[in-house]
T-cell receptor
Framework: GESVGLHLPTLSVQEGDNSIINCAYS??????FIWYKQESGKGPQFIIDIRSNMDKRQGQRVTVLLNKTVKHLSLQIAATQPGDSAVYFCAETPGFKTIFGAGTRLFVKA | KAGVTQTPRYLIKTRGQQVTLSCSPISGHRSVSWYQQTPGQGLQFLFEYFSETQRNKGNFPGRFSGRQFSNSRSEMNVSTLELGDSALYLCASSGTGGLDKNIQYFGAGTRLSVL
């Protein structure tokens, strides 16, 4: 069936280092791929998106890479800060649906 | 613009009872989706409503139902509650044009505890 999965359920990084969160997807019909961040006690919030016809997009301290050949998506966070500690979800959007991955918890060590 | 509002924030019920959760989407958004999130788990899709019609449905039993009103506000109902229904229920709305139709804007959720 359709699925979006993550390679690592938890990731621990040192403050100031770069973080890379990976995601595998299975639906080739998705138009957009989106990353969300969920902090404790809050709902997920949009971070960055990438269209299916792109392979890289940069935001403020974040970069998303899309490899359609192997159906792989990654989120890179530069100079990770304590405020980046959260659960990160990837999502794909085939048609009117949004399919979320299982989530990766990012711990930032001071 | 005000964000997505969910009420109540917390709810305690006992097995066998029913519960209704409410969601007010961002003004102008016509799509409302509901998700169940259990501790340490991801987001399990329940259903999505668009212009008062259920457009997509996840793999949940018929005890879970929802509806959407003409002002786009939505409710979800869970009947005959089970202990396993204890979870955070998240509502998300999305717009109708361009990227906005793909982004889910989430509320803070309703935390339901079933005793």
């Amino acid at each position: 069936g359709e699925s979006v999965g993550l390679h690592l359920p938890t990731l621990s990084v040192q403050e100031g280092d770069n973080s890379i969160i990976n995601c595998a997807y299975s639906n080739s019909a998705s138009d957009y791929f989106i990353w969300y961040k969920q902090e404790s006690g809050k709902g997920p919030q949009f971070i960055i998106d990438i269209r299916s016809n792109m392979d890289k997009r940069q935001g403020q301290r974040v970069t998303v890479l899309l490899n359609k050949t192997v159906k792989h998506l990654s989120l890179q966070i530069a100079a990770t800060q304590p405020g980046d500690s959260a659960v990160y979800f990837c999502a794909e959007t085939p048609g009117f649906k949004t399919i979320f991955g299982a989530g990766t918890r990012l711990f930032v060590k001071a | 613009k005000a964000g997505v509002t969910q009420t109540p924030r917390y709810l305690i019920k006992t097995r066998g009872q029913q519960v209704t959760l409410s969601c007010s989407p961002i003004s102008g958004h016509r799509s409302v989706s509901w998700y169940q999130q259990t501790p340490g788990q991801g987001l399990q899709f329940l259903f999505e409503y668009f212009s008062e019609t259920q457009r997509n449905k996840g793999n949940f039993p018929g005890r879970f139902s929802g509806r959407q009103f003409s002002n786009s506000r939505s409710e979800m109902n869970v009947s005959t509650l089970e202990l396993g229904d204890s979870a955070l229920y998240l509502c998300a709305s999305s717009g109708t044009g361009g990227l906005d139709k793909n982004i889910q804007y989430f509320g803070a959720g309703t935390r339901l505890s079933v005793l």
